[in-house]
């Protein structure tokens, strides 16, 4: 497929701008606006594809470099023209499932200034750089270089003298990255503070906010959800932490000690190579719900890239959508563990609702922009396959395993609800300070106060170093402010969880129903469609907190 081009763009979208437009006109003009809305998304996503699936490929990243500073900036200033010209039609009033879409194009249409177009191009590139950088770590265990993702693997094993040495690989192949990511974030944080001022904001969190469209909550609630947390689920992760130092016989808990089990069971092993993943994925969805298994179908045949190998970048797992081709696609590195599976099933959940979203509406519009739906579409994936784990009902464990894959899996959840509200927390610290006085070392300091105040047991003595630069995820790099949305979704997953005992058909009709719906209704609405309120309250936290905590001692006994 030739490489999209702005030469080849720009006439298409001058007829556009050009045409005029009334209200019986825009149901076709939304049409020819879709159809160069998915070749700039399909383009997209081929190119990030290419340059994640072989960071050292230069000509891939190059393609990359050159289709966000080229023609990604061109066309902001005319995907604006086109959207102020749609919010103008005289008495045009957009249909319910286009009203969400009509909100999105009024917080876009607040939010553009001309002079962001070259600084949003300039984040691009600084994107780009940090999967450069991050695609050069090298792990070194037992004087062999691993991938990062076979090392993490030996945190599992039962000898803790080799999860240890595991470990320090892994973190001294950070290190040796870290002094340029930290020069990098600071580059990214007086760019954002910049692209706020510029919109009139402020501050990049006030910005963030609105372009991420979140219209139903606001940062005082998020604030609220931190301490629902800190009061609510830390306790309870503090004293299950407790209870497993005390099964593995050590004096304390290092960080080290957090994934094995702590019976000293060998470590699960739900498949050995990605072929075999593959397929026994398709034989859990298929036994789930055969039209989500026909889903799933989509990325069999060249639409996944599971295979671990040098130059991916690390940690890193993704699916896009390719909406020329109506193919989902999935990345990530599969090296045999429990957390590959459970990663593959979150995967699965965007995949299917992208394909349930594009099955039930005509325009790339009705795609959900809320990232909180759309983490509960994974999410609750994660949880809706629980029942299935077992070989016998279509999975990849006996009976014990599942159970000890299930009580991870619970246990992952509460852990996400502390590590989203501590990078959530961070992220607030972070831009309400001045960007051009901030430091590395501010940073690191409150990141660590912040971690102690979520602190869930583990004993970080004399690795302050590492702890202090916790705050070293993809997330704060290339995803600002994405995270909060984690735990938003698992409360909304966890509620439908709760229904698996007594209604399964009902549970899994309820995602479904919410994920059709893409983004046609607000995000209230889509977790009511699914069957679960959305609200994030210290009484649902501690409900929820008490569920999963009853299931992992019914799990144990």
């Known amino acids: 497929m030739a490489p999209l081009t702005w ?11 050009d045409r005029p437009l009334a209200a019986p006109d825009v149901a076709a003009f939304l049409v020819d606006v879709d159809a160069i809305a998915r070749e700039v998304w399909e383009a997209y996503a081929g190119l990030m594809r290419a340059k994640d699936e072989d960071t050292s490929d230069e000509a891939a990243a190059a393609a990359f470099l050159a289709f966000v ?9 005319i995907s604006d023209a086109l959207n102020r010209k749609l919010l103008a039609v005289p008495e045009y009033a957009p249909p319910a499932d286009l009203q969400p879409a009509w909100a999105d194009l009024n917080d876009t249409v607040a939010l553009y200034r001309e002079t962001n177009v070259p600084l949003n191009a300039e984040e691009q590139g600084l994107r780009q750089r940090y999967g450069a950088i991050a695609g050069r770590t090298r792990v070194v265990l037992d004087g062999t270089e691993v991938t990062v993702a076979a090392a993490r693997a030996k945190l599992e094993a039962n000898e803790r003298d080799l999860r240890e040495r595991a470990w320090r690989a892994i973190e001294a192949g950070k290190e040796a990255q870290r002094a340029d990511l930290d020069a990098l974030f600071l580059e990214f944080v007086r760019l954002r503070a910049r692209i706020a001022k510029n919109a009139d904001l402020p501050d990049y969190r006030a910005y963030a906010w609105r372009e991420r469209h979140r219209r139903e909550y606001t940062p005082d609630d998020a604030l609220a959800f931190h301490e629902a947390v800190a009061s609510e689920v830390v306790p309870r992760l503090r004293a299950r932490n407790e209870r497993r130092r005390e099964r593995m016989g050590v004096a304390t808990l290092r960080p080290w000690d957090t994934a094995a089990d702590p019976d000293g069971r060998p470590p699960l092993k739900p498949f050995t190579t990605a072929a075999e993943l593959e397929a026994g994925l398709q034989r859990l969805f298929h036994a789930l719900d055969p039209d989500l298994g026909s889903a799933f179908d989509l990325l069999v045949g060249g639409w996944m890239d599971l295979e671990p190998r040098a130059n991916k970048v690390p940690g890193l797992g993704y699916q896009s959508y390719f909406p020329v081709s109506k193919r989902p696609y999935v990345y990530w590195s599969a090296v045999g563990t429990d957390d590959d599976l459970l990663t593959m099933r979150h995967e699965a ?7 349930l979203t594009e099955r039930a509406w005509p325009l790339v519009k009705h795609a959900c922009q809320h990232p909180e739906m759309n983490e509960f579409a994974s999410e609750a994936m994660e949880l809706l396959t629980l029942p299935l784990l077992e070989r016998e009902r279509g999975g990849f464990y006996d009976a014990a395993d599942a159970a000890r894959s299930r009580t991870r899996l619970l246990e992952r959840a509460g852990g996400v609800l502390v590590s989203a509200s501590t990078i959530d927390a961070i992220q607030h610290w972070i831009y309400a300070q001045d960007p051009h006085t901030l430091t590395i070392d501010a940073i690191d300091a ?3 106060r912040i971690a102690e105040r979520f602190d869930t047991g583990v004993d970080w003595t004399g690795l302050e170093r590492a702890r202090a630069k916790g705050w070293h995820i993809i997330h704060l790099f290339q995803f600002p402010f994405y995270y909060l949305e984690y735990a938003i979704a698992y409360l909304g997953a966890l509620q439908l969880w709760e229904r698996l005992d007594d209604d399964p058909a009902g549970a899994l009709a309820g995602y479904k129903r919410a994920l059709a719906l893409g983004g046609t209704r607000p995000l209230d609405e889509l977790f009511a469609a699914a069957g679960i309120e959305f609200r994030f309250d210290r009484a649902l936290v501690g409900r929820l907190a008490d569920r999963v905590a009853a299931a992992m001692t019914e799990d144990a006994d």
């Open 349 to 355: 959940g965007h995949a299917f609702h992208s394909v």
């Open 446 to 448: 409150a990141w660590t």
């Open 7 to 17: 030469d080849a763009l720009e006439p298409r979208l001058q007829e556009l701008l």
């Open 69 to 77: 500073q080229d023609v990604l900036p061109r066309l902001e200033p």
